[in-house]
């Protein structure tokens, strides 16, 4: 199908400085866990979105020297000839689909740790940093300036070498420029301090440096937030941030902006629980509102929806719509509005799982939607592109229609399997989303510091995008509301079974604390409810309702957040020393304290249930179990262990001989019926088994490439028979 | 027992479609093929029957070329007994009631005891070939049933019908007897991949309506209508653009309420 002139506007040239960008689609800077030190990875992630259409994709923050080190988390860096041949890759790998390459010069100062490299970040002035701990900067003199001025530019040039077309010099999320440009680091009182124009100065100059050494052939880019979100005592979108802009018009040929800080850069990265599409526009927004400059403007905000697109732009909000989450869940989102194939986008849910393992230091970047985000070189997979498998001729049959199940059972009918049948025991597909997505709350209400509670609600994504594929695959049926017994699975008539039924919650309090049950815990009772039954409402919920939380993800925190909006008095319990600890990772947990704040949740860490009795929680301090606390409540939620339901697959298993006579060659479970795990783990899990279900074990995952220096030799040809062994190299 | 049951492979229109250059119907190439879904519930009935009967066959009949054969496939995997496909390029475009005509005489050879048909196609919407067919087999009939109890040893069916009103109009009736059955009767089964591959091999007869005995004059004049074209509706006139500013907008909606209200 053509595409919708309605969007003709998206796919507009536009000129940056000596370079076009052939389209409005642009991959702004963000971590993959790739570096410069996984060019096979940098290259086939950013290379699959030019391939998607992207007009340009950029590295992430690129560190212009070794004193600026971030380890344990992976940012690129350009410090030598080896960084610009690997970033090279990249760059070429970009070129081949006609997208530009942008590289985000980046200076750390105090937020730059420097574990691996052991040097002394610099800083305007020595303020530890908000953001490492106890990181401090050495003041920089003007020879320190100098020096820090000519790594941009050495930088630079390297880039140029490297292929690279968008050369930013990076000052958002408040590193070095923005350190001296904001009052709230820089307490300097020599020309580089005090006055706006001073404090502008080191960015100035910088800029300066860097387009008089590259500019006539690369396109200049800055990337700026537009307001600290700090008030008065930082950069303003109204005062500085505008004034900002103007000052620097001159010097670069792309604005990009955001707003907030490193610090907490979740106002920028807005989970969807807090921050709905295009959240940003109030600051970033101003800029070109207000005439403040006349160089194209690229901005973000977890924009998915082709329409809002349109009106950013023809409203003159930004020129280009720029995309980090949309793009790694959807790499194809541009050439799907492009062939009008709206329902084929595959959209972001904002759960910020591709942030958490950047946050986390070290791992590579995964995502909730695409399975395929990060294994694109190591792996060879494709986010559209599914190789016939070499047993297509068999039938499989899939129980339970979760993350795990839904996911498999598309990858096998894209794999073109003979029949792919897909059974589930509720009336809906989608397993756990369905009542996930109803957790949060969503009462609306503004969050004490901005955005609101939106809950869950566009996790439902998971289940919508899947289910809109699954009914286009005339090799797939969907059977739900129907439960099979072993016996069923055995005369199905599949030759492959894939059991992904899920799991459920521990009714006794058995938890990862203690490995116990807890005395008391039984949530058969009807004033006991495991975190599924606060939304199914088959409990009543009494005013006063305890919290158990031992997961350290959203589930305890989500529940909590749902009853005390809907009037609860709730009591959170937790043995660690935060609630919902991974929540720190995906950038959810400031936002998430100030709602819980506000909808007056009393937190208690380091906190365990050993009793619960009616109407009375017996606690005690981890620490010192002696010290007692008791919690008098009518309601408990116990979010505690989660236990796999696999007594079908246990039963189906233990007969081998039976599966043998009724035709069944392999047996597999994934997904939470395998081990519980997050959602983006089962949807691995299920794209995972049906990638590989034509490989010689398919319960075992095949090798992937792993991109390492072997001893005494660095060659491509090291990793040359590993990548023969993947399923669908690119 | 035996059941005979019509079924109807339709054609379900895709979100975007065209229509042929001639008017003749919709470009095939934006038709998804499928089993009716009232023809499933009929099925689901028939299948019900059987199995509470404890013995008995249930036949699936259509009028369709071969495409037809995915929707008798899906019948005979579900459960039925044997299909019977009757053809003839002739019948290309026939009527409710020239496929009733042809439907009688593939049914009269089966002699059964239960005719059970969808109340409609989704693709038609006429409601005629049900009770058309009921017609040319001279057999009593009861039309949108959404209750069904057999009665083996009287081979009687108490059926209730669902009125206006939310009235329900209950009738016995005797075999042999034709009902239509309405959605929502029951909840029809699907194929297991067991089912579906044992279908292939059960019995689908294909025949046509000469081998049946009916002339091709009989089949034509049983024919009440055809159609001649198929077209979007055109525009209607009448329709005002109301250009200008909101106030100038209201204030000429008002002006246009108020002549209306006058006149």
Known sequence: ?730 | MKIVVPVKQVAALDDEFELLDDGSGVDPDFLELDLNEWDAFSLEAALQLREATGDGEVVVVTVGDDDADEALRGCLARGADRALRIWDESLDGADPLAVARVLAAGVERERPDLVLCGVQSSDAVNGATGVALAGYLQMPHVAVVKQLDFDVAQSAATVKRELEGGLVEVLRVRTPALLTIQTGINEPRYANLRAIKQAREKPLEVSSPGELGLDADLVAAAAGSRRRELKHPERGEGAEMIDGSPSEVAARIVEIVRERMSG
């Open chain 1, 1 to 730: 199908m053509p595409r919708d002139p309605k969007y003709d506007i998206l796919f507009e040239p536009i000129q940056l400085g000596p370079k076009t960008l052939k389209n409005r689609f642009y991959q702004v800077p963000h971590c993959i866990g790739a570096g410069s030190e996984k060019p096979g990875m940098q290259a086939y992630h950013r290379g699959m979105k030019a391939e998607g259409g992207w007009g340009a994709c950029c590295t992430e923050y690129c560190s212009i020297h070794p004193e600026s080190d971030d380890t344990s988390r992976v940012s690129a860096r350009i410090w030598d000839e080896g960084d610009v041949r690997n970033l090279a890759a990249m760059c070429d790998r970009l070129h081949q689909f006609g997208a530009l390459a942008g590289i985000e010069l980046w200076y750390g100062g105090p937020h730059a740790p420097c574990m691996e490299t052991r040097a002394t970040p610099r800083g305007p002035s020595q303020i530890a940093s908000d953001f490492e701990l106890n990181i401090f900067p050495r003041y920089m003199d003007q020879d320190d300036i100098d020096t820090v001025q000519q790594m941009y530019v050495d930088a630079a040039i390297r880039a140029r070498e490297a292929g690279f077309d968008i050369i930013y010099v990076y000052g958002a999320h408040a590193y070095l420029p923005f350190q001296f440009l904001s009052p709230f680091y820089n307490r300097r009182t020599d020309k580089y301090g005090g006055s706006f124009e001073n404090r502008a100065r080191f960015w100035r100059e910088s800029l300066e440096k860097v387009r008089e050494a590259v500019g006539d052939d690369c396109a200049i880019a800055s990337r700026f937030a537009v307001d600290h979100l700090l008030g008065p005592i930082s950069i303003q979108v109204g005062e500085d941030g505008a004034r900002f802009v103007e000052y620097c018009d001159d010097l670069v040929d792309l604005w990009d902006f955001t707003v907030g800080d490193i610090a907490e850069w979740g106002q920028n990265a807005g989970p969807s629980r807090f921050f709905e599409e295009n959240h940003e526009k109030p600051y970033t927004g101003q800029i070109k509102a207000g005439n403040h400059t006349n160089k194209p403007v690229v901005g973000v905000g977890r924009i998915t929806n082709p329409d809002t697109m349109v009106a950013i732009i023809s409203s003159g909000q930004f020129d280009i719509i720029g995309a980090a989450r949309p793009s790694i869940s959807d790499p194809f989102l541009p050439q799907k509005i492009d062939e009008g194939r709206l329902d084929d986008i595959r959209e972001c849910i904002g759960c910020n799982q591709c942030i958490s393992r950047w946050e986390i230091g070290g791992p590579p970047m995964v995502c909730t939607q695409n399975a395929t985000a990060g294994e694109e070189y190591r792996r060879g997979w494709h986010p559209e592109k599914f190789h016939p498998a070499a047993n297509r001729e068999k039938s499989v049959l899939v129980v339970g229609a979760g993350p795990a199940g839904m996911e498999c059972a598309m990858v096998l009918g894209k794999r073109e399997m003979s029949a792919v049948h897909l059974v589930d025991a509720s009336k809906e597909i989608g397993g756990c989303v369905n009542w996930i997505s109803q957790l949060g709350h969503s009462d609306g209400k503004d969050n004490l510091f901005r955005g609101s509670a939106r809950g869950l609600g566009e996790w439902k994504r998971i289940v919508n995008y899947r289910q809109i594929q699954l009914d286009k695959l005339s090799n797939v049926e969907v059977h739900p509301g129907s439960r099979l017994s072993a016996a069923e699975v055995l005369e199905y008539g599949a030759e492959i079974v894939i059991i992904a039924t899920g799991c459920h919650f521990a009714t006794d309090g058995m938890n990862a604390a203690t490995h116990t049950p807890i005395e008391g815990a039984d949530t058969s009772l009807d004033w006991q409810l495991t975190p599924d039954e606060v939304v199914g409402e088959t409990k009543r919920v009494g005013q006063r309702v305890l919290v158990l939380e031992n997961e350290g993800y959203f589930m305890g925190a989500s529940v909590a957040q749902k009853l005390a909006g809907e009037g609860h008095a709730v009591t959170l319990v937790t043995q660690a020393a935060e609630i919902a600890h991974y929540m720190d990772y995906t950038l959810e947990a400031p936002m998430l304290h100030r709602d819980l704040e506000r909808l007056g949740v009393g937190i208690h860490t380091y906190t365990m249930l050993e009793k619960i009795e009616p109407g009375v929680c017996h606690g005690y301090d981890v620490w010192n179990p002696a010290h007692k606390e008791q919690f008098e409540v009518d309601t408990v939620v116990l979010c505690t262990a989660r236990i796999s339901d696999d007594a079908l697959y246990r039963e189906l298993k233990a007969d081998k001989g039976r599966l043998e006579a009724e035709g069944i060659e392999g047996l597999y479970v994934i997904g939470d019926a395998s081990a519980p795990r997050m959602i983006v783990d089962s949807i691995f899990d299920g794209h995972r088994l049906a990638r590989e279900i034509d490989s010689p074990h398919p319960e075992m995952p095949l090798p992937f490439i792993r991109e390492r220096r072997l001893w005494g030799d660095s060659t491509n040809e090291d990793f040359r028979a590993q990548l023969l062994n993947t399923v669908d190299v690119v």
